[in-house]
C-alpha cells in the first residue's frame, strides 16, 4: 500500500470566546491516500467542517482557537509551519471548494482573474501560459465557452457554474489532496449530480486524494470508497463504503442512513423513513459516556453512559465502530427503533 | 442602470429645488430683508426705499419673487452681487478654485490616512493600535476645527516658524512649491475630521469583508496575505466608502468655510463670511444654491463610482 | 416554564434595567466622560462663587497677564478681564445652549421621525426629503445665514441651532419607528381601535427611546461645537456676553503674544465636545439591543 498523502493524529481544536474555551473537536485520527476518496459524514455541529478547516489552517487564529495534534503532509506537520509557508501548501498541496458557491467568489473581480491568481501567487508563467491554462481548466470543469466566460464576473452565473470556477481554481495547482465541503449542498440536484461526476472524473484523471464532506449519504454512495462518520467532534464509525453502509455497527450511522430516503429499499431493515430524536449535544455540555447515548434507541443504563467506548475493530477488516454495545450478538439483528 | 441614474438625477433636482426654497424663505424672512443695506444709508426716505424695492421687485409676493428667481437662475442669470454688482455667477466661480484645491487636497490626504488607519484597525482588531485609533477618532472629532488651525498656526508658524500662517500664496512668488507650503497646514487641519469619520467608517466596512467567504477562498487558494488583504479585503471595503465620501461633502464645504477663515484662504468659505457682513443676499443665495448643487453632483458622481467599482451594481 | 411577559411591557422598560446600567458603568471611557461633564458643570455654575473677579470686570492695568500671575488663574484678556471668570459663565451660556437645543432638536427630530415612520407612504417620503435637502447642504451655511439676519440672542442661537440639527434624530427615530410599526404588538393595539397618538405614543416611542437616548447624547457634542463655530466666526452669542466660542473670536490676532486666550477655551469645547461623544459611544453600547442578551 502507498504512504498516505495526508495523516491526521489526534486532531483536537478548541475555540475561545468570552473567556469560555469549548472543545469541538475531540482527538480525531485518520489517513488518505492517493486516488482515494474519504468521506467525512455528520450532522451539522459534529465538528466535520471545522475539521477540514482545521487541515487548512482556515480556522480563526491562535487566541480564537487552538489546533492541536498532527496533520502530517510528506513527513511535515501543517500545524507547526508559519503562515507564509502554509500559504505555500495551500493550491499546490491542498486545495478545497465550499458549501456556498453563491458566496466564495469575489463578486467585484472576473471569474478568469480569480482562477490566474491561484496560479501566479504560486508559479512563475508568461501571462499568455497562465490565460492557456485558464482555458484549460475552465475548459475541464465544463464551463461552455471559455475564452469568452472567463471575462465574466461571479454575478454573471449561475450556482452550479460558479461552483465549477470555484473547482477549476482549487484544481488550478494539481493538488495533492482536494478538500471538499459539502460541494453540492447548496445545488439543484441535477446540477449536484453533474458536479460529483465531474469530481470523480477529475480524481480518475489526476490520482488525487479527495476528503469529501457531507451530511448526505447518497453523495457518499455515489464518490467515496471509504467512509468516516463523525458525532459531537469524535468519529464514531469508519470503514470502507460497503462496511459502513451496508453493515453500519453505530446506531448513530443507522439513524443517519435511516433518513435517507433512497436506502429505505436497499436492505436496510429500518421501517418508515426516520429521524434521529433530539438534537446534536453542544459540545460545551457533552453527556457522560457516549456522546450518543441520550439519543440512542439502543442504549442500556450501566454501558452506555459510563465510560467513554473506544473506537475500536468490528470484524476482521478496518472498520472501526465507537460503541460498547456492538459486538452483542443481539444487537445486529435487533431492528433500529428510530421513529 | 441608465434608469438608476435618471432616478437619481431626478430625486437631485428635486433637492435642490427644496434647498432653494428654504434658503429663499430664510432669506427673504429676514428682518431685514434685502433692503437693510440701503436703510442704513443716511438720507434714504421711506419712500426712496419703497421706490428701490419696487425697482428691484421686492415689493411683490414672495412666491412669486421666488419664481422670477428660480427662472433666472435656471437660466444662468444668478443676479448681481449688491457689493461690486459683478454678477454672481462669475463671483463665485472666481473663488470657486481656491476652495476645490483646498477640498481636494484635504479630501485626498482624509481618505488616504483614513484608509490606512481603517484598514489596520479591523486587521488588528482590539490591539493597542485599534484601541488608540478608536479614541483618537472621537477627540479628534470633538476638536473645533477652527481651534485646531489656531493652535496649528500657534505652533507651526509662529513658534516653529516652518508654515506661512495664512493665504494661499505669497505675492510676487506664487511657485508652485510656494502654493504647495501654504496648503499643507489648511488641508491637514481640515482633513482632521474626515480622517476621523473615514477611518471609523473603513474599519467597520474591513470587518464586514474580513467575514466574507470569498476572503477565505482567497486564502484557500495560497495567497500571500498583502494579496489578500488588497485585492480582496480592502478593494472590496472600499466601495461603501465611495458612497460615504459622497455624503460627506457638506460636512467637508462646511469644514472649508471655517477652515478658510482661520487661514485666510481666498475661497468661497471666506466670500461667505464676507457677504454675510454685507448682506450681500445674491451671493449668499448663490453660495447656499452652489453648495446644494456641489452636494448633489457628488452624490451623483459617487453613485457612478460605486457602478464603476461594483460589477454587481453595474450589470445588476 | 417561565412565563412569557407581554411584550410591550417587557421592552418598554428594559432598557431602565440593570445589565445595561452596569455594562454602561464599565464603559471605562463612558464614565471619564460624565464625571468630566459633572465636574465641567459643576465648575461653571459654582466656580464663578470663588473667584475674585467676575466676567465683566474690566480691569486695563492688568491687560493680557499671562496664566497663574497674580489672582487671575488663567490670565486675563485683552480688556483685562478675568478669563477664568469668563471661561465659567461663558461655559454657563454655552451648556445651556448646547443642551437646550439638543432637548429642541430631539423633539423636533422625534415627532417628525415619528411621524414619518408610523404613517409611511407619502408623508414618509415627503418628511424624508425635507430631512435629505437639510442634510445636503452644510448646515454651518444656514445656520449662519439665520444667525446673521436675526438677532443673536442666546435663546435665538439655540432655535437656529436646534432647527439644523433635528436631521440625524429625525432619522434615526424613522427607521426604528418602521421596523416597530409591524411588530405585533402595534398590529393588537391597532386592532382594538386604539388612536393613532396612542400608539405612536405609549406603543413605539417606549421601544425607540434607546437609540433617541443616544442621538440626544451625541447632538449635545454637536450643538456645542456649532454654538463656538457660529460665535467664533461673530454671528452667535455677542459680547459682551461671554460664550466659549466668542471667547475665541478675537483669539487669532493675539496668538503671538497671548496665545492662552485661543488656548483656554479651545481645551473647555474640547473636553466637554470628548466627554459627550463618549458618553454617547457607552450608551450606544449599553442601550444597543442587540448587544445585551
Redesign the interface.
Known amino acids: 500500500m502507498t504512504d498516505p498523502v495526508l495523516s491526521v493524529r489526534d486532531l483536537r481544536i478548541r475555540f475561545r470566546s468570552g473567556g469560555r474555551e469549548t472543545q469541538v473537536v475531540h482527538g480525531v485520527d485518520f489517513d488518505i491516500r492517493g486516488g482515494e476518496t474519504l468521506a467525512l459524514v455528520g450532522e451539522s455541529g459534529s465538528g466535520k467542517s471545522v475539521t477540514s478547516f482545521a487541515l487548512?489552517r482556515?480556522l480563526p487564529e491562535a487566541p480564537r482557537c487552538t489546533i492541536e495534534g498532527s496533520v502530517s503532509m510528506g513527513g511535515v506537520n501543517l500545524l507547526e509551519l508559519s503562515?507564509?509557508r502554509m500559504?505555500?501548501?495551500?493550491?499546490?498541496r491542498i486545495?478545497?471548494i465550499?458549501q456556498?458557491p453563491l458566496?466564495?467568489?469575489?463578486?467585484?473581480?472576473r471569474v478568469g482573474d480569480q482562477i490566474a491568481?491561484?496560479i501566479r501567487?504560486?508559479r512563475k508563467m508568461s501571462k499568455a501560459d497562465i490565460r492557456a491554462r485558464v482555458i484549460e481548466l475552465l475548459t475541464l470543469v465544463g464551463i461552455p465557452d471559455p475564452a469568452r466566460r472567463m471575462h465574466a464576473?461571479p454575478?454573471?452565473m449561475s450556482g452550479g457554474m460558479r461552483q465549477r470556477v470555484?473547482i477549476a481554481?482549487?484544481l488550478a495547482l494539481e493538488p495533492d489532496l482536494l478538500i471538499a465541503d459539502e460541494p453540492t449542498t447548496a445545488l439543484d440536484v441535477t446540477v449536484q449530480a453533474q458536479i460529483l461526476e465531474l469530481l470523480r472524473q477529475i480524481q480518475r484523471a489526476t490520482n488525487m486524494a479527495m476528503l469529501f464532506i457531507t451530511h448526505d449519504f447518497g453523495v457518499v454512495a455515489e464518490i467515496a470508497e471509504r467512509v468516516m462518520v463523525m458525532y459531537a467532534g469524535r468519529i464514531v464509525e469508519q470503514g470502507s463504503l460497503a462496511d459502513v453502509l451496508s453493515n453500519p455497527r453505530m446506531p448513530y450511522t443507522r439513524g443517519l442512513l435511516a433518513s435517507v430516503p433512497r436506502f429505505e429499499d436497499a436492505g436496510l431493515k429500518t421501517g418508515p423513513l426516520g429521524t434521529i430524536e433530539g438534537f446534536v449535544p453542544s459540545p460545551d455540555n457533552l453527556p457522560a459516556g457516549c456522546s450518543f447515548h441520550p439519543r440512542c434507541p439502543h442504549a442500556r443504563p450501566g454501558i452506555c453512559d459510563g465510560a467513554l467506548p473506544e473506537l475500536a475493530a468490528h470484524g476482521a477488516g478496518a472498520h472501526l465502530v465507537r460503541c460498547a454495545r456492538s459486538d452483542e450478538p443481539a444487537f445486529g439483528a435487533e431492528p433500529a427503533e428510530v421513529s | 442602470m441608465i434608469r438608476f441614474l435618471t432616478h437619481r438625477t431626478l430625486q437631485g433636482i428635486?433637492?435642490i429645488l427644496?434647498?432653494s426654497m428654504?434658503?429663499f424663505t430664510?432669506?427673504n424672512l429676514?428682518?431685514?430683508g434685502p433692503l437693510s443695506q440701503y436703510a442704513m444709508t443716511p438720507g434714504m426716505s421711506q419712500q426712496d426705499l419703497d421706490r428701490i424695492a419696487h425697482q428691484m421687485g421686492l415689493d411683490r409676493p414672495i412666491p412669486v419673487q421666488y419664481l422670477d428667481w428660480l427662472v433666472n437662475m435656471v437660466s444662468g442669470d444668478w443676479g448681481k452681487s449688491y457689493r461690486d454688482q459683478s454678477p454672481v455667477l462669475d463671483v463665485v466661480w472666481r473663488h470657486m478654485w481656491a476652495t476645490l484645491l483646498l477640498m481636494g487636497t484635504s479630501t485626498a490626504i482624509a481618505v488616504a490616512l483614513g484608509t490606512l488607519i481603517g484598514v489596520l484597525g479591523a486587521l488588528k482588531r482590539y490591539s493597542v493600535f485599534d484601541y488608540m485609533a478608536t479614541?483618537g477618532a472621537?477627540?479628534a472629532?470633538?476638536?473645533?476645527t477652527?481651534?485646531f488651525g489656531?493652535?496649528a498656526?500657534?505652533f507651526f508658524s509662529?513658534e516653529l516658524g516652518w508654515l506661512p500662517a495664512g493665504n494661499m500664496y505669497t505675492v510676487g512668488d506664487q511657485s508652485f512649491s510656494d502654493y504647495a507650503i501654504h496648503l499643507i497646514m489648511p488641508s491637514i487641519v481640515l482633513a482632521l475630521v474626515n480622517v476621523a469619520i473615514w477611518s471609523r467608517y473603513m474599519r467597520a466596512s474591513t470587518l464586514d469583508v474580513m467575514d466574507?467567504?470569498?476572503v477565505?477562498?482567497?486564502?484557500?487558494?495560497?495567497?500571500?496575505?498583502w494579496?489578500i488583504v488588497s485585492?480582496?479585503i480592502v478593494?472590496?471595503a472600499l466601495?461603501p466608502m465611495i458612497t460615504l465620501a459622497g455624503l460627506q461633502l457638506?460636512?467637508i464645504?462646511?469644514g472649508a468655510?471655517?477652515t478658510e477663515?482661520?487661514f485666510t484662504w481666498p475661497g468661497l468659505g471666506r466670500l461667505?463670511?464676507d457677504s454675510?457682513g454685507y448682506?450681500d443676499y445674491p451671493v449668499?443665495m448663490g453660495?447656499?444654491m452652489f453648495?446644494?448643487i456641489l452636494?448633489?453632483i457628488g452624490?451623483f458622481l459617487a453613485d457612478i463610482g460605486v457602478a464603476l467599482?461594483?460589477?454587481?451594481i453595474r450589470?445588476? | 416554564m417561565t412565563a412569557i411577559p407581554d411584550p410591550a411591557t417587557r421592552t418598554r422598560f428594559a432598557i431602565f434595567r440593570g445589565p445595561r446600567v452596569r455594562k454602561f458603568m464599565r464603559h471605562r471611557?463612558a464614565m471619564i466622560g460624565l464625571l468630566t461633564i459633572i465636574f465641567l458643570t459643576l465648575a461653571c455654575f459654582f466656580g464663578p462663587y470663588l473667584l475674585p473677579y467676575d466676567e465683566l470686570y474690566i480691569d486695563l492695568r492688568a491687560r493680557f497677564s499671562p496664566p497663574l500671575t497674580g489672582s487671575h488663574i488663567l490670565g486675563t484678556d485683552p480688556l483685562g478681564r478675568d478669563i477664568a471668570a469668563r471661561l465659567f459663565s461663558a461655559g454657563q451660556i454655552s451648556l445651556t445652549v448646547g443642551f437646550t437645543a439638543m432637548v429642541l432638536s430631539t423633539l423636533i427630530g422625534t415627532v417628525i421621525g415619528v411621524v414619518a415612520g408610523y404613517f409611511g407612504g407619502w408623508s414618509r417620503i415627503g418628511l424624508m426629503?425635507?430631512v435629505?435637502?437639510?442634510?445636503?447642504?452644510?448646515?454651518?451655511?444656514?445656520m449662519?445665514?439665520?444667525a446673521?439676519?436675526?438677532?443673536p440672542s442666546p435663546t435665538m442661537i439655540t432655535l437656529i441651532i436646534a432647527v439644523t440639527s433635528w436631521m440625524e434624530v429625525a432619522r434615526i427615530v424613522e427607521a426604528e419607528v418602521r421596523g416597530q410599526s409591524s411588530r405585533d404588538f402595534t398590529a393588537a393595539a391597532r386592532m382594538v381601535g386604539a388612536p393613532h397618538w396612542w400608539i405612536m405614543g405609549r406603543e413605539i416611542l417606549p421601544n425607540v427611546i434607546g437609540p433617541i437616548i443616544v442621538a440626544a447624547t451625541l447632538t449635545v457634542?454637536r450643538a456645542i461645537?456649532l454654538e463656538?463655530?457660529i460665535s467664533?466666526?461673530g454671528?452667535g452669542i455677542q459680547p459682551p456676553l461671554p460664550s466659549w466660542g466668542n471667547m475665541?473670536n478675537n483669539?487669532?490676532q493675539y496668538?503671538?503674544s497671548a496665545?492662552w486666550l485661543?488656548?483656554v477655551p479651545?481645551v473647555a469645547?474640547?473636553l466637554a465636545?470628548?466627554s459627550?461623544?463618549?458618553i454617547g459611544?457607552g450608551l450606544r453600547d449599553a442601550l444597543d439591543a442587540r448587544s445585551v442578551q
Open positions: 487548512m482556515l503562515e507564509r500559504a505555500q501548501v495551500r493550491g499546490p486545495a478545497m465550499f456556498e458566496t466564495s467568489l469575489n463578486p467585484v473581480h491568481e491561484a501567487f504560486h464576473y454575478g454573471e470555484v481554481m482549487a | 428635486v433637492l427644496i434647498v428654504i434658503g430664510v432669506i429676514a428682518p431685514g479614541v472621537m477627540i472629532l470633538s476638536i473645533p477652527f481651534w489656531l493652535v498656526i500657534f509662529l466574507q467567504d470569498y477565505r477562498t482567497a486564502r484557500a487558494k495560497g495567497l500571500p496575505r494579496r485585492a480582496h478593494r472590496n466601495i457638506p460636512t464645504i462646511g468655510l471655517v477663515t482661520v461667505f463670511i454675510l448682506n449668499i453660495l447656499l453648495s446644494a452636494t448633489v452624490n467599482a461594483d460589477p454587481r450589470l445588476g | 471611557l426629503r425635507i435629505d435637502a437639510f442634510l445636503s447642504f452644510p448646515s454651518i451655511f444656514l449662519l445665514t439665520l446673521a439676519f436675526l438677532k457634542a461645537l463656538a463655530y467664533f466666526l454671528y475665541l483669539a487669532q496668538l503671538d496665545p485661543a488656548i479651545g469645547i474640547t465636545v470628548t459627550f461623544n463618549f459611544d
